[in-house]
């Protein structure tokens, strides 16, 4: 199994444009046996998507040239064992406990953080999730 994490600045952020994603995003991921979770917040998203290889390329593709959001990089890519979020064709998360201020996100925190900083946000929301 496939993983990645990206991040990118939102273009025109809005809770209805942000509902279409999702619907979206959770209609092709049920297709794709795709799962993962998108934190949202005005000046920042940063998802996690999981499943076959061949799936999670094409996807990372489609997202790389949507024009809802801007500066897209990459942070982390690799194979796991287990998925983090089994049940979740995507998990959105808007209002994310982040430890970095918008400040910090624009002068590349997110960047500048470790495979370990990136992968516990997604496991602390992973756990929450499990409780709603
Ligand atoms: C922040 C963000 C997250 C997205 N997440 C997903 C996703 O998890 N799955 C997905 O299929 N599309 C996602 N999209 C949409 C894709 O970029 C693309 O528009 C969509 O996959 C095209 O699907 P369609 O062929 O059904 O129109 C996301 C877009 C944005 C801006």
């Known amino acids: 199994m496939q993983y990645l994490i990206y991040r990118s600045t939102p ?6 444009m942000l509902a279409g994603i999702l ?3 959770r209609r092709n991921n049920a297709r794709d046996a795709i799962t993962g979770a ?6 920042l998203y940063l998802q996690l998507i999981e499943g076959p290889a061949p799936a999670i390329d094409a ?8 024009d809802r959001h801007s500066d897209v990089r990459l942070l982390l890519s690799d194979t796991a064992d287990r998925r983090m979020f089994p049940d979740w064709t995507m998990l959105d998360d808007q209002n ?8 910090q996100v624009a002068d590349g925190a997110i960047e500048a953080a470790g495979a370990a900083e990136l992968l516990g946000v ?6 929450s999730a499990a409780c709603r």
Not at 11 to 16: M, V, W, Y
Request: aromatic share 10%; net charge positive.
């Open 23 to 25: 619907l979206g995003a």
């Open 122 to 127: 997604f496991a602390r929301l992973s756990a």
């Open 59 to 66: 996807l990372y593709a489609r997202i790389a040239v949507d």
């Open 96 to 103: 994310p406990s982040l430890a970095w201020s918008p400040a």
């Open 38 to 43: 998108l934190l949202c917040r005005h000046d």
């Open 11 to 16: 273009l025109g952020f809005d809770r209805a």
